[in-house]
RNA sequence: AGACCGGAUCGGGCGGUCGCGCCUCCAUGACCGGAGGCGAGGAAAGUCCGGACUCCGUAGGGCAGAGUGGCCGUUAACGGCGGCCCGUCGUGAGGCGGGGAAAGUGCCACAGAAAGCAGACGGCCGGCGCUUCGGUGUCGGUCAAGGUGAAACGGUGAGGUAAGAGCUCACCAGGUCCCGGGGUGACCCAGGAUGCUCGGCAAACCCCACUCGGAGCAAGACCAAAUAAGAGGGUUGGGCGGCCCGCCUCAAGACCCUCGGGUAUGGUCGCUGGAGCCGUCCAGUAAUGGACGGCCUAGAGGAAUGACCGUCGCCUCCUUUUGGGAGGGACAGAAUCCGGCUUACAGAUCCGGUCUGGAU
RNA sequence: GUCCCCGUCGUCUAGCUCGGCCCAGGACACCGGCCUUUCACGCCGGUAACACGGGUUCAAAUCCCGUCGGGGACG
């Protein structure tokens, strides 16, 4: 059995230095939900993604909980990232309170508002 | 059976699907890929102590500063731990606390006559004088009473006296001195003398004893890339933690500050095998130490342990004949490592012990 | 990760050195009243805090210890 495509959420895969989103955070579109920002921007061959998780979300554990239900979120469909895009998750204070699927929710209304909006431009 | 006290252990199990980090092997120019192995805690936390390790030139003496504080032991070290001593709380198992106030300085608000050392105030009594017979002046004796206050010059009783007082006596409490016995010691036990009666605060300054050089893995070492070669001012040596002594290095630069300009915050090592864990035996009341055997048990760097499903077990609620349904599952995430302390924690189990009640 | 600093009315602060006069003072804000035709200004009065928990002490905002919260520095 094959896995499916981009099932795998290798290194390359992810936002890695500080520059990288401090540049995001100045430039990129915005789009905010309840509890997430999420920055995007076009980016030169593969998609990447980056979660940031402050301290004012909670505590080690939730904020690793939250990163990690993100993470998988956008791993079990790659498509969700946009192709050859930048995309940076931003938690909000209450996210930590969230399950999976209160996440996985609202994600999906997101990206499927923003990849509708930008068919459109 | 109930109410407690002390200590220890665990922190859901099994199976599946997808996914992540590191290591080894295969393959490869490299990425990718394949197989196997390993992959959070008792507190990983707070950063409150102590070490290892690294750098500061050697880390030596003194002052200053900081810390600890019954005694003995234990340890690499400690403010930890163990045993004991004393005080205190509890019916008890047990809990909590711990140098010195007779070396000096300081403070003790309000109230009170008085707050530290002895007296004044006020009072009691006696002699003498005056007297309107109520008292009053003076000399002397004396401290028992004086609303207070956290704390008041030993306490209770009796004798004694003009009035009284350890003035005397009995008992009680404490102090000082002498001496005997036990204990490594803190200290305990017993005897004698002395009427000696002496406040509290050192988490106030301080005294005594002991300990401490400073910074911290963002320590520190190496590699690669880039650049600038500056200008002005100051100090004449410069270099540790506050200072001094002492020490090191240099002889034409060295150091500091400001301004201007620029690059960058990459990679490798440090980085996990250690005062390590488990078991048995020995020494010791114990903390702990020793011997033997076995084991290898996370090493990331915007940072890996997650998500979903099934099932079993636990708890709560609803319905209820079995049964069924719904919900819950704590505190919390390694970042150089280790020994402690402290704090958070649903629930479960085990060991030892105390009190009360019942039965025999 | 390591090392520091700070928590007082709604806000900004004084008091902490060296404990007591402090159920904590001031300013702005808020509430009520007076003044004014009304508002503002002014005057009078009031509400309101020592981050939390222990300890030392006769007595703690102050001294000691521990939690919690906030802020900062270091490549």
Redesign the pocket.
């Known amino acids: 059995?094959t896995?499916p495509v981009g099932?795998?959420?290798?290194?390359?895969a992810?936002?890695?230095?500080?520059?990288e989103?401090?540049s995001l955070g100045r430039t990129a579109r915005r789009r905010h939900t309840r509890h997430f920002v999420l920055l995007s921007e076009a980016h030169t061959s593969i998609s990447r993604l980056?979660?940031?998780v402050s301290r004012k979300v909670g505590?080690?554990?939730v904020r690793?909980?939250v990163?990690?239900?993100v993470r998988?979120f956008f791993?079990?469909d790659p498509q969700r990232l946009l192709s050859h895009h930048d995309l940076v998750v931003i938690a909000k204070p209450g996210a930590g309170d969230l399950?999976?699927?209160e996440i996985a929710n609202e994600l999906a209304t997101a990206v499927a508002s923003r990849a509708e909006r930008s068919r459109r431009s």
């Open positions: 059995m896995a099932e795998g959420f290798p290194k390359a992810r936002v890695r230095r500080r520059r989103y401090l980056g979660v940031t505590g080690a554990v690793n909980h990163k990690r239900c998988e791993r079990r399950v999976f699927h």
